[in-house]
């Protein structure tokens, strides 16, 4: 009896499904029909109105199939979903039974938040869905968005728009691949490559994958991050950029890009201030100056540049390291002054060229700014050059004097001048058998030097005082090395890759407060866009997004 009882119930719960769906015919001027040419429907003309399940259609002329559940429009086409959108066309296909509408000629569909405007429309009304496929145009009350491919979700008030996607307003221009806009916060969240660009001053945002923010202009990259600015290209792993406060923050494999000074500026954490125009960076730091074939590389626990590009200064803290092929250095400390093309070593500065040891109380290097090439070499008070004897393991050639000035061509060490208080020692081989013939030691007041690929080739004295030649087995050994001798050789620089070891004695990493609140903030955003992705079958995508590192 129960069994009967519910396949009655079955059978009168479906006859209410079917009728509760039918198209019904709320009035026309005429109703007729031709069976020859519209096998099976009522033709419909003047004033249409029709109405399923909460919705309506107007129109001038109609067919409709009732055995099918069809309902065809042509000419002035209304559909009416309550009062949540309105939708203007030339024609229109409704199936009552799917809930699926097509519209095509000038359709116009309106919401509270929108209007869209494309030459053909679907909307599923059981999903509350709104597809365009040949080109549409979304305009709300802050953007106008265009894109080939686009659906809109009703209930979320969000756009999928797919392949040449444009959103513009007074302020940027946001071109993609592929992104989610919602018309209810004006956030758009990017999936393909995409661009965003300032209209007021050109600059450009590029990404894979983010979000964009076009109330507030602050958008928040998580793949193949570059911000194109005036002066430098920044590229990150990941970056916030907040236009309006001229604010960045990027995160692992940052690259600078100054094309004006041929220099790069890399590290795993960076912030630019536009406003002050200045920039650091931390982590593995390290600028990169490009000198014709060759650059010249800098590294530090952090990388300060502050000022404008005529007068930027560029700054270096703790366990500043140096490599060039043929130059090498370190020290505490180094200050660039882009206006004067003078760099200054502080705090136990130590240059090596080829082989030679070079120390003093400071280094300086002058850089011509028109070329971007070395100029000349300062080594002032306590300046001390030493070069290790390719023979023996004790002894040491050694130039010692008050100030050593040097002199570039074409990047590369040609002369070196001892101004006061000039002492040489050199141990003199055979140049046939290298064997150690003689070992001199000269005083005068001046000593210089021309160089070839970094070896001494030529010796001038000036206004020499004494000087002694002695056979090896005569020199006095306590007068091998010179007052203040250091040999430093471990610590230098000899690949690339050295110039990021630390000091044993002071190897710790600055710790930087990082302006991060935002950043968290428009993270939280980007990351629960993103999840709501599972239910829209891109679990794969929204599995990789979340992998994204935390900015620490």
């Known amino acids: 009896m129960k069994k009967i009882f519910f396949f009655s119930f079955l059978l009168y719960a479906f006859g209410s499904f079917s009728q509760a769906k039918k198209i019904k015919i709320l009035s026309t001027q005429q109703a007729t029909a031709d069976e020859e040419?519209?096998?099976?429907?009522?033709?419909?003309?003047?004033?249409?109105?029709?109405?399923?399940?909460?919705?309506?259609?107007?129109?001038?002329?109609?067919?409709?199939?009732?055995?099918?559940?069809i309902f065809k429009a042509l000419g002035e086409v209304i559909i009416e979903q309550g009062d949540s959108i309105i939708q203007y066309s030339d024609f229109a296909i409704y199936n009552g039974n799917t809930k699926k509408a097509k519209s095509w000629g000038d359709v116009e569909i309106h919401d509270k938040e929108m209007k869209l405007s494309t030459d053909t429309l679907h909307f599923d009304r059981l999903n509350q869905i709104l597809y365009y496929p040949s080109g549409g145009t979304i305009r709300d009350k802050k953007n106008t968005l265009k894109s080939i491919k686009g659906t809109y979700f009703l209930r979320d008030k969000k756009f999928t728009a797919k392949s040449k996607v444009t959103v513009v307003n007074s302020e940027s221009n946001l071109e993609s691949d592929h992104l989610d806009y919602y018309t209810n916060s004006n956030l758009a969240y990017l999936y393909e490559p995409s661009t965003v660009t300032n209209l007021k001053d050109s600059t450009k945002v590029y990404s894979e994958r983010g979000f964009y923010d076009t109330n507030t202009d602050i958008s928040?990259?998580?793949?193949?991050?570059?911000?194109?600015?005036?002066?430098?290209?920044?590229?990150?792993?990941?970056?916030?950029?907040?236009?309006?406060?001229?604010?960045?923050?990027?995160?692992?494999?940052?690259?600078?890009?100054?094309?004006?000074?041929?220099?790069?500026?890399?590290?795993?954490?960076?912030?630019?201030?536009?406003?002050?125009?200045?920039l650091f960076i931390i982590n593995r730091a390290v600028a990169i100056s490009v000198l014709d074939k060759d650059s010249m590389y800098v590294a530090g626990d952090k990388i300060l540049l502050t000022g404008k590009l005529e007068k930027r200064i560029v700054r270096i803290f703790k366990n500043v390291k140096i490599f060039k092929s043929d130059l090498q250095g370190k020290c505490d400390s180094i200050h660039t002054s882009q206006n004067t093309g003078l760099t200054r070593m502080f705090n136990n500065p130590i240059l090596w060229s080829g082989k030679s040891q070079i120390t003093g109380d400071s280094i300086q290097f002058i850089t011509d700014k028109k070329t971007n090439k070395l100029d000349s070499l300062r080594v002032l008070q306590n300046a001390f050059m030493i070069q290790k004897d390719s023979l023996s393991?004790?002894?040491?050639?050694?130039?010692?004097?008050?100030?050593?000035?040097?002199?570039?061509?074409?990047?590369?060490?040609?002369?070196?001048?001892?101004?006061?208080?000039?002492?040489?020692?050199?141990?003199?081989?055979?140049?046939?058998?290298?064997?150690?013939?003689?070992?001199?030691?000269?005083?005068?007041?001046?000593?210089?030097?021309?160089?070839?690929?970094?070896?001494?080739?030529?010796?001038?004295?000036?206004?020499?005082?004494?000087?002694?030649?002695?056979?090896?087995?005569?020199?006095?050994?306590?007068?091998?090395?010179?007052?203040?001798?250091?040999?430093?050789?471990?610590?230098?620089?000899?690949?690339?890759?050295?110039?990021?070891?630390?000091?044993?004695?002071?190897?710790?990493?600055?710790?930087?407060?990082?302006?991060?609140?935002?950043?968290?903030?428009?993270?939280?955003?980007?990351?629960?866009?993103?999840?709501?992705?599972?239910?829209?079958?891109?679990?794969?995508?929204?599995?990789?997004?979340?992998?994204?590192?935390?900015?620490?």
Request: with cysteine; charged share 35%; hydrophobic share 30%.
């Open 37 to 69: 040419k519209y096998p099976g429907a009522t033709i419909l003309i003047g004033k249409v109105k029709m109405e399923h399940e909460g919705a309506t259609l107007d129109c001038q002329r109609a067919l409709l199939y009732k055995k099918e559940n």
């Open 393 to 552: 393991e004790d002894d040491y050639n050694q130039i010692k004097g008050r100030n050593i000035y040097g002199k570039f061509e074409n990047n590369d060490l040609r002369t070196m001048l001892v101004k006061g208080n000039a002492e040489s020692l050199y141990f003199n081989r055979n140049d046939e058998s290298q064997k150690l013939e003689t070992i001199t030691k000269e005083i005068a007041s001046d000593i210089e030097f021309l160089l070839e690929n970094n070896e001494i080739i030529q010796t001038k004295y000036f206004k020499k005082s004494e000087g002694k030649t002695y056979p090896p087995s005569e020199f006095p050994s306590e007068e091998k090395k010179f007052k203040d001798f250091v040999w430093r050789e471990e610590e230098q620089p000899k690949k690339v890759e050295d110039i990021f070891v630390k000091n044993k004695k002071n190897s710790s990493t600055p710790t930087i407060k990082k302006n991060d609140s935002a950043i968290k903030k428009a993270k939280k955003l980007f990351i629960k866009e993103t999840t709501k992705k599972q239910s829209l079958k891109k679990s794969g995508e929204v599995k990789s997004l979340l992998k994204i590192k935390r900015l620490k």
């Open 220 to 278: 928040y990259f998580v793949k193949n991050a570059k911000l194109f600015l005036k002066e430098r290209t920044i590229l990150a792993d990941s970056l916030y950029y907040d236009k309006r406060k001229g604010f960045a923050s990027a995160t692992n494999k940052i690259k600078v890009i100054d094309t004006l000074q041929n220099m790069v500026t890399k590290g795993n954490y960076a912030e630019l201030y536009e406003k002050k125009d200045s």
